[in-house]
């Protein structure tokens, strides 16, 4: 089955530092990888995906995840975290009509 | 959001009673799905439409039902709401891509539903 893990439930960063929010899978083929970000009381918004090609992804406000198959990971970064980054991240793989979230990473960047 | 509403948008019920959510969308995308958010848990799929009156279940279906009469509209209904489904539902759409749902979905704003 596939799935997804994100192994932190919270990360806290200082401005102007790098960020960096893990997730590893678990699927069988190809992984379509995802990062969605939810702000407080919105729904969530799609940050980028990985299909194939180039490993580095760049997305949304900044933000890139780099696909390692080896490790089998997709971790999202952030060169220099921002307050307004604080939120709630998910990953996501696509599998048959469907996306499986993983339980989320609350990200805290503080002044 | 995407031009996807959901309503209401906030709801307080008593245990045993009916519950119905809407989820309206206004670019005619052919799937649409439910979701529930809960603390540790993520976003887990109730039940998704692949079109009108086409329906199947998710991960978390049980004491859910859905229904879609119109493209645009796609309800939840909770036939007999219990405390365990005190949570936050979103919805989503995926375009369609030769005739599949594309990798990437959009949410609607979510409703809080209390069950007391």
Request: aromatic share 12%.
């Amino acid at each position: 089955a596939q799935s997804v893990a994100q192994p932190e439930d919270q990360v806290n960063v200082a401005e102007g530092n790098p960020l960096t929010v893990k997730c590893t899978y678990s699927v069988s083929g190809n992984p379509y990888l995802f990062w969605y970000v939810q702000y407080p009381n919105r729904g969530l918004q799609f940050l980028l995906k990985y299909i194939t090609g180039d490993n580095l992804v760049k997305g949304s406000y900044g933000f890139e995840a780099e696909f390692n198959k080896s490790q089998t990971s997709f971790h999202l970064k952030k060169p220099s975290a921002l307050v307004s980054d604080s939120a709630l991240y998910f990953c996501a793989v696509f599998n048959t009509d469907k996306l499986i979230f993983g339980t989320g990473t609350r990200l805290q960047v503080f002044p | 959001d995407a031009g996807i509403t959901q309503s209401p948008r906030h709801k307080v019920t008593e245990t045993g009673t009916p519950v119905t959510l809407r989820c309206h969308q206004t670019e005619n995308h052919r799937y649409m799905y439910w979701y529930r958010q809960d603390p540790g848990h993520g976003l887990r799929l109730i039940h998704y439409s692949y079109g009108v009156k086409d329906t199947d279940k998710g991960e978390v279906s049980d004491g859910y039902s859905v229904s879609r009469s119109k493209t645009e509209d796609f309800l939840l209904t909770l036939e007999s709401a219990t405390s365990s489904q005190t949570s936050v539902y979103f919805c989503a759409i995926s375009p369609v891509t030769s005739g599949r749902a594309t990798d990437t979905q959009y949410f609607g704003p979510g409703t809080r539903l209390t069950v007391l």
